[in-house]
């Protein structure tokens, strides 16, 4: 176990276009008075790479790229109120939907805040990069679910307190110690607006500055890991044992299925030591979290995987589920 090292120009009638078409030649091409893009706009140009969205665009169809297997870069004014690009990719103004997916660009980041793929943003786009996008998509719907909308139980934020959500879908108030004590964790670092994923994050970072390290030499026995969840939680300090088991709890709070792990970890000085984390799943994928070794190290242990593990190889021995009773 480790220990934590402190902390343009004039303005046009409508939209401007500017693309590239085969041979490199650079055309522009202006749709004066014209403030929507549609199947018609670009049917005479089907050579075209790149488009840029001007600031007065309103309006663009689902089959407005149709065709235009050459392009591989979309831009969008700053200006535009409905509208933006990121990655050579068109959205949305909030970055929420995909709108399109140029079919000749070979790869994009895809921001967090994308939850749906608009209808034809995927046209012409290869099969195995399709793919990739909506699992992509698919895995940040899930992440960017707000309480209202997670299944199962959970904890639920109400203008009487946090309330626990139970599987009939009653809400009630927290009736055991652990159930309390992981209540007041998730109240003080939420609120009801935010998604799952985020509030799962500010409750990690309540261990980061909340929490202080105290050095225990026993390896736990037994069903531990309410009672060293408890102790840090009701203390304000613990061992990498007590960190895992209570971060646990919080995950299970907020709707995850969530594991203690312990088995060994390197050594800073060589070797192996004993070390104990959490396993939170997300999208049926398992993932470190570990708060303490965050505390300690600063950075890296946050949804983190096995094989990126920055203090591993971490050897897993033993794993128990987390549950209120």
Known sequence: MNRKGMRRGTKIAAVLLSFAIAFGLEVEARASGNTSIDALTFKKNPDVTTIHIGSEVNSITSDAFKGLFKLRSITVSEKNPYYSSYSNCLYNKNKTELLCFPPALSGA???????????????????ELKKQIINAVSSQTGDNLTEDKIPGEHFIHTQYGIRWKDKKGNLIEP??????????????????????????????????????YEREMKVPLGDWTGDYARQILFTGKGNCYKYAAAFAYIAKGLGYDAKVCTGTVAAATGGRTPHAWT???MNDKWYIFDTEMQDAKGSGYYKQTYEKYPA??????????????
Not at 191 to 212: A, H, P, R, W
């Open 175 to 212: 009736n055991s110690e652990i159930m309390r004590l992981t209540a007041s964790v998730v109240e003080a670092c939420t609120d009801g607006s935010m998604t799952q994923s985020k509030q799962l994050e500010k409750c990690f970072n309540y261990f980061i500055n909340e929490v202080s």
């Open 109 to 127: 980041k895809i921001p967090a805040t994308v939850t749906s793929i608009g209808e034809n943003a995927l046209l012409g786009v290869g099969p």
């Open 279 to 281: 396993e939170v799943k």
């Open 312 to 325: 591993g190889p971490l050897e897993k021995e033993a794993t128990w589920s987390v549950y209120f009773d």
